[in-house]
């Protein structure tokens, strides 16, 4: 086969999958704590749509995990001590996890 007849494949930009992950991540801890309001559930799965497109998978559970392979993700966490350390290695300290209020994503109260 000719090099010169072999398809390039398109890869989305690193910093808009980061973002829309971010995005997905955020609303996917929103709808978990806010399962009955609407408007977090559409927000999410908007954003969920906009991942699998991105990621070019059928489901936004393979969309997230594509996402994060590609990006990297398991290495960074391990890099600022969130995953589990390596065999061998003592366990580095967790950052504290900052909450997050449905405020803060545009999301109406709920009540």
């Not at 969920?48 to 393979?62: D, F, G, H, P, W």
Request: charged share 25%.
């Amino acid at each position: 086969m000719d090099k010169s007849r072999v398809p390039t494949v398109l890869h989305p930009e690193r910093r808009a999958v980061a973002r829309v992950l971010d995005r997905y991540r955020a609303w996917e801890r929103l709808v978990l704590d806010h399962p009955s309001n609407g408007t977090v559930r559409r927000r999410f799965e908007a954003t969920a749509y906009t991942l699998c497109v991105l990621m070019a998978q059928r489901t936004s559970r393979e969309a997230a995990y594509a996402a994060e392979r590609y990006l990297g993700v398991a290495l960074r966490r391990r890099a600022i001590g969130v995953a589990p350390p390596e065999p061998g290695r003592p366990p580095q300290p967790t950052p504290p996890a900052r909450p997050l209020r449905p405020e803060a994503c545009g999301a109406l109260p709920v009540g």
